[in-house]
Structure formats: C-alpha cells, structure tokens
C-alpha cells in the first residue's frame, strides 16, 4: 500500500463492494511518496505492466519507454519535467530488474 494519499473510507468501501470483511485497524502505509516524487510514482505505476520480456530467456529486460513517453504526454507533464522524471522512473525500474535478478 502505498502512503501517496491515504482514504481509509474509500478503502472500507473497496472491502465492501468485494464482498470481503474491512481491516479493523486503519492500514498503515508501507512506505510514504515524497511529494517531489509523486509525479513519477504515478507515470511509474501508469506504466507498471508495460515492462519488455526477452522471450529465449525469460526475464524482464527494462520498461518499454515508447509507452513511458506517451504516458508522459497523455498526463499533459511538461517537457521541462520529463528528463528529472525519467531519472526517478529509472530508479524505480533498476530497483525491480534487481529484484528480479535474485
């Protein structure tokens, strides 16, 4: 769960409508988003299932960026923003591909 922006009674109402018993104890985010990050957290998770997957060997190889970019355009970002965003989305992604890795 993600600390961006916290809606205990959106989250109640998610339970709900899935037909699953809500948490008794407001959830705790597992970590806080930096509001100078916010922006690229959410491109990032835009992009989040837009990953290139090398077929022979059967592991993630890095996002499809042509995607990143149309994303970037789609959430009206201005282009003096991008090259700082596309930094932090790299990290992200580096951070992942390590993951993976192990």
């Given at each position: ?57 059967g ?12 994303v970037?355009?789609?959430q ?27």
């Amino acid at each position: 769960m993600c600390g961006v922006e916290s809606n205990p009674k959106a989250l109640h109402d998610d339970f709900v409508a899935f037909g699953l018993a809500p948490p008794e104890e407001p959830v705790q985010p597992d970590f806080v988003i930096w509001p100078e990050h916010k922006t690229a957290y959410e491109v990032f998770k835009i992009c989040e299932t837009q990953w290139n997957f090398h077929p022979v060997e059967g592991v993630w190889v890095g996002l499809n960026y042509q995607v990143v970019f149309a994303v970037l355009a789609q959430q009206a970002i201005p282009s003096k923003e991008h090259a700082a965003i596309l930094d932090l989305i790299r990290v992200m992604e580096r951070a992942i591909l390590t993951r993976k890795d192990k």
